[in-house]
Nanobody, 125 residues
Framework: QVQLVESGGGLVQAGGSLRLSCVAS????????MAWFRQSPGKEREFVAV????????DYAASVKGRFIISGDNANNPLFLQMNSLKPEDTAVYYC??????????????????WGHGTQVTVSS
């Protein structure tokens, strides 16, 4: 069973930066597509960024493009999300997710099999 653990969340002022990390453990974890999602109270979980297992494909939600950077060490473990120029609307619980189907680079939460418990990011105005 793959386990994902996020860290790095916290409280930051608007315009500030945070770096989230996601560490995976469990069975062979070398060809998983990895992604970040976020969820605010009363809203559905939304896609933030995705990184293919070999780094060949990267994509971002329009709302974070140009401000956030997804990256990973060897086989995307750990996975990172560098968040710059943070805005109050970025406030959410951020989740790391893994899809064992390496051929797929999806924006849909339904396509991800493994999830972390999330880390809270709060941006004050």
């Amino acid at each position: 069973q793959v386990q994902l653990v996020e860290s790095g969340g916290g409280l930051v002022q608007a315009g500030g930066s945070l770096r989230l990390s996601c560490v995976a453990s469990g069975p062979t974890f070398t060809t998983y597509t990895m992604a970040w999602f976020r969820q605010s109270p009363g809203k559905e979980r939304e896609f933030v960024a995705v990184l293919s297992w070999n780094g060949g494909a990267i994509d971002y939600a329009a709302s974070v493009k140009g401000r956030f950077i997804i990256s990973g060490d060897n086989a995307n473990n750990p996975l990172f999300l560098q968040m710059n120029s943070l805005k109050p609307e970025d406030t959410a619980v951020y989740y790391c997710a893994a899809d064992p189907r390496a051929w797929r680079v999806s924006h849909s939460a339904d396509d991800y099999q493994y999830w972390g418990h999330g880390t809270q990011v709060t941006v004050s105005s």
